[in-house]
């Protein structure tokens, strides 16, 4: 069964630096989206991306945060420089099409910052 | 403001017995998603409810979405171990489903043998 995928499982990196994390969404899906958990707190939603542009985007996706589809098959998260707060499980989701609710999650990539 | 409330928070039962968990809203919802989140993990799709008065099965989970798309349950029959785990429901507040989904902070479901 086709699933998203996403790497790396974990990233530890320290403050200020630059992290991209990437995600492979599920071969026929257009729309991609973005979330994140903080450690026992709710899922968040960060950014929707569809058609090679940001759809919607939450108050938490600020000018650090930047999506990219580099190619056909890659959706990448890059947060230029990393606070200790942006510590938290990132979850990458797709979903088929505009006719389609369901919203698939990859296994997520734990974000430390140090 | 939280827009999605979930009740109980945490649920411990023998196995065997029935329960029923809640999501609820004063917002309206275009569809609504359950999930299975284990630790460490992330969400695993269960069902997706779209018309008010939906009822959807899934072997022993029974899913209903409120007449008014504002509310949702999750029943389940017999409850066993296996289905101990972190139970979040997630809606669409947009027409279509473009937009991001918002999720509730979950129930916390320990089945004891």
């Known amino acids: 069964e086709p699933e998203v995928t996403q790497t790396p499982s974990h990233q530890v990196t320290q403050m200020g630096q630059e992290v991209i994390l990437r995600c492979v969404p599920i071969?026929?899906?257009?729309?991609f989206y973005w979330y994140r958990q903080i450690l026992g707190q709710k899922v968040e939603f960060l950014v929707s991306?569809?058609?090679?542009?940001?759809?919607?985007k939450s108050e938490i996706f600020d000018d650090q945060f930047s999506v990219e589809r580099p190619d056909g098959s890659n959706f990448t998260l890059k947060i230029r420089s990393t606070k200790l707060e942006d510590s938290a499980m990132y979850f990458c989701?797709?979903?088929?099409?505009?006719?389609?609710?369901?919203?698939?999650f990859g296994p997520g990539t734990r974000l430390t910052v140090t | 403001t939280q827009l999605l409330e979930q009740s109980p928070q945490f649920l411990s039962i023998q196995e065997g017995e029935n329960l029923t968990v809640y999501c609820n809203s004063s917002?309206?919802?275009?569809?609504l998603q359950w999930y299975r989140q284990e630790p460490g993990e992330g969400p695993v799709l269960l069902v997706t409810v779209v018309t008010g008065g939906e009822v959807k099965k899934l072997k022993r989970l029974t899913f209903q979405f409120g007449d008014a798309r504002k509310d949702s349950s999750l029943h389940i029959t017999a409850a066993q171990p296996g289905d101990t785990g972190l139970y979040l429901c997630a809606g669409n507040l947009g027409e279509g489903g473009a937009d991001g989904l918002t999720f509730g902070k979950g129930t916390h479901l320990i089945i004891q043998p």
């Open positions: 989701a797709s979903r088929e099409n505009r006719g389609q609710y369901e919203q698939y």
């Open positions: 991306f569809y058609n090679n542009e940001i759809s919607e």
């Open positions: 917002s309206v919802f275009s569809s």
């Open positions: 071969s026929n899906h257009l729309y």
